[in-house]
């Protein structure tokens, strides 16, 4: 028993002793990070990360198209069908990881030390960090991969997101897809509700269509339900290219709203109004629908019974 006593003591002793080295270093600002399974990292000879210029296109891929409307699990599915390799080699992407990844503060050249903690020395049990022991942030301790207003915008989407389910009152936002780019996207100009998908059966099937409609159209027996009018696909894929299209046309009378935009303190904003003017500039329209550009763009739209209106995400409204 007493032998038993005397090594644990030695572990822990052993183990403060080593706790107390690395909290050392860690005010010091000396940074010790695990490159092994950090994608877009290496370490050169002297232990110091570095640039692995391959895995660092992953890296900028995923804020890039997040901030461009895409979802976490949409961004993982594409990645994963496109054999982008993850931080282990494997081919595997789950939604976690990219979320993991967009908020890690490493990517934009910071290290925040210490997020986890041992508490116990025997079984090596790590907990997160919540205010327990000190935390140290280091800025500029490596290379950054993601600028600093576009990982500061990354970080404010989140946000956007959930103030926008909530607002709909809708169960997740990230799930339109290339077949149905609309999901979660339209609502009823007259109630509010959530505009749905249908299908219009028919035994000819040249005449088979998706149409959209108010969620509340039909209740039940003895309540009138919304008298808001269907829509159908093909009209949304088709007033999206006219809203667009009228808004490259508008750079005169949209330039003093871009650049408020432009000068926002807010990066979000910021980000949206310069996106949005270097299309303008571009003056290339669109010929077809695009759900990338759609989701790059819009918010959401509103139905009414003779129109439909465009929300773009830098506040712009255009009623088709």
């Known amino acids: 028993m007493k032998e038993l006593f005397t090594l644990r003591l030695k572990i822990f002793t052993d183990q403060f002793s080593l706790t107390w080295g690395i909290r050392k270093r860690f005010e010091r600002g000396i940074v010790q990070i695990n490159h092994m399974r950090f994608l877009g990292y290496d370490k050169d000879d002297d232990g110091?990360?570095?640039?692995?210029?391959?895995?660092?296109?992953?890296?900028?891929?995923?804020?890039?198209?997040?901030?461009?409307?895409?979802?976490?699990?949409?961004?993982?599915k594409e990645l994963e069908a496109d054999g982008v390799l993850t931080g282990t080699g494997k081919t595997k992407w789950y939604e976690s990881s990219v979320l993991k990844i967009l908020s890690n503060e490493k990517y934009k050249g910071d290290a925040l030390l210490q997020k986890t903690y041992t508490v116990d020395f025997l079984s090596k049990k790590r907990v997160i960090n919540n205010g327990e022991v000190p935390s140290y942030y280091v800025k500029n301790s490596h290379p950054a991969i993601i600028d600093d207003n576009l990982w500061e915008a990354v970080q404010l989407e989140p946000q956007r997101r959930k103030d926008f389910i909530a607002e709909h009152q809708i169960y997740k936002l990230d799930y339109a897809t290339i077949e149905n780019p609309f999901a979660g996207r339209?609502?009823?100009?007259?109630?509010?509700?959530?505009?749905?998908?249908?299908v219009w059966n028919s035994t000819?099937?040249?005449?088979?269509?998706?149409?959209?409609?108010?969620?509340?159209?039909?209740?039940?027996?003895?309540?009138i339900g919304c008298m808001n009018g269907h829509v159908v696909d093909l009209a949304l894929r088709e007033g999206f290219v006219e809203a667009y299209n009228r808004v490259i046309d508008s750079s005169y009378i949209l330039k003093d709203h871009l650049d408020d935009q432009i000068q926002s303190e807010n990066v979000l904003e910021k980000f949206r109004g310069q996106q949005l003017t270097y299309v303008i500039k571009s003056g290339i329209k669109l010929k077809e629908f695009n759900i990338d550009i759609f989701h790059r763009y819009v918010e959401k739209v509103i139905i009414k019974n003779n129109s439909m209106v465009f929300y773009f995400l830098t506040g712009i409204e255009i009623e088709i």
Request: glycine share 10%.
């Open 186 to 198: 339209v609502f009823c100009g007259e109630c509010g509700s959530r505009y749905g998908r249908k």
């Open 48 to 76: 110091n990360l570095i640039i692995n210029e391959e895995q660092a296109k992953t890296i900028k891929r995923i804020y890039t198209e997040y901030l461009n409307g895409k979802g976490a699990n949409r961004i993982a």
């Open 204 to 223: 000819n099937e040249r005449l088979r269509r998706y149409v959209w409609q108010c969620d509340k159209k039909y209740r039940v027996k003895g309540e």
